[in-house]
Nanobody, 119 residues
Framework: QVQLVESGGGLVQAGEPLSLSCAAS????????MGWYRQAPGKQRDMVAL??????????DDVKGRFTISDISTDNAKKTMSLQMNDLKPEDTAAYYC??????????WGQGTQVTVSS
């Protein structure tokens, strides 16, 4: 099992930056990708950014050039990863979920952290 804990959400004004962090604990050796999804009220949960072992990164088209996902680091039996979000827009408002996928295609989700961008 893998446990994911997010931090860093909040309320910002349009154009401001915000950073999210995710810490993974448990059976972390099996993780081969981590990333972020987001879900706005009444909408489906969509991929924002993913980073795979080996460094392959994927971004949603609407965040390319504004969001940057960090490498996955491992320290003290935890893996951590962050998302730097710049030039935030009101349409970025959503609950952001940390995501990890491990061997056997086991998927894990954090509890979510709210990001609200005011215009």
């Amino acid at each position: 099992q893998v446990q994911l804990v997010e931090s860093g959400g909040g309320l910002v004004q349009a154009g401001e930056p915000l950073s999210l962090s995710c810490a993974a604990s448990g059976v972390i050796f099996s993780i081969y990708a981590m990333g972020w999804y987001r879900q706005a009220p009444g909408k489906q949960r969509d991929m924002v950014a993913l980073i795979f072992k080996g460094g392959i990164i994927k971004y949603a088209d609407d965040v390319k050039g504004r969001f940057t996902i960090s490498d996955i680091s491992t320290d003290n039996a935890k893996k951590t990863m962050s998302l730097q979000m710049n030039d935030l827009k009101p349409e970025d408002t959503a609950a952001y979920y940390c995501y990890a996928i491990a061997s056997g295609r086991a998927e894990y989700w954090g509890q979510g952290t709210q990001v609200t961008v005011s215009s």
